[in-house]
Nanobody
Framework: QVQVAESGGGLVQAGGSLRLSCSVS????????MGWYRQAPGKQRDFVAS???????NYADFVKGRFTVTRLRFKNTLILQMNSLKIEDTGGYYC????????????WGQGTQVTVSS
C-alpha cells in the first residue's frame, strides 16, 4: 500500500536551479531514511542525498555545496533543492523510502526527469 511519488523535474539551463519533492503515502509510520538517487542513461542508479528521521543528512561528493536535502517534520515528504546545475546532473531522479533493513524495506517512486542543457 506504500506509494512514493516524485515531482518537480524539468528542463533547465546549466547554472540554474530546480526543486524536487517526494511524497510517501499509504503508511502510518514514518520512514527511517529517505533519499534521492540519480540514474543517467546506460548507467547504474547512484546515491545523491539522504536524510534520516533524526535529520541527519548525507550527500554524495559530486553534489556537496550545490544540493540541499530537507525532510518535513510531520510528513514523509522529502525536498531536494538543486542549485548551480551542471549538464552531468541530467538523469532520472528517484525517491527512496526505507522502513527497515534489507531490500524488502525499500520503496521507490517512478522517478522524475531532470535535463540540464547549455
Amino acid at each position: 500500500q506504500v506509494q512514493v511519488a516524485e515531482s518537480g523535474g524539468g528542463l533547465v539551463q546549466a547554472g540554474g536551479s530546480l526543486r524536487l519533492s517526494c511524497s510517501v503515502s499509504g503508511t502510518l509510520v514514518g520512514a527511517k531514511t529517505m533519499g534521492w538517487y540519480r540514474q543517467a542513461p546506460g548507467k547504474q542508479r547512484d546515491f545523491v542525498a539522504s536524510i534520516t528521521n533524526d535529520a541527519e543528512a548525507n550527500y554524495a561528493d559530486f553534489v556537496k555545496g550545490r544540493f540541499t536535502v530537507t525532510r518535513l517534520r510531520f510528513k514523509n515528504t522529502l525536498i531536494l533543492q538543486m542549485n548551480s546545475l551542471k549538464i552531468e546532473d541530467t538523469g532520472g531522479y528517484y525517491c527512496n523510502a526505507r522502513f527497515m533493513a534489507g531490500p524488502s524495506g525499500d520503496y521507490w517512486g517512478q522517478g522524475t526527469q531532470v535535463t540540464v542543457s547549455s
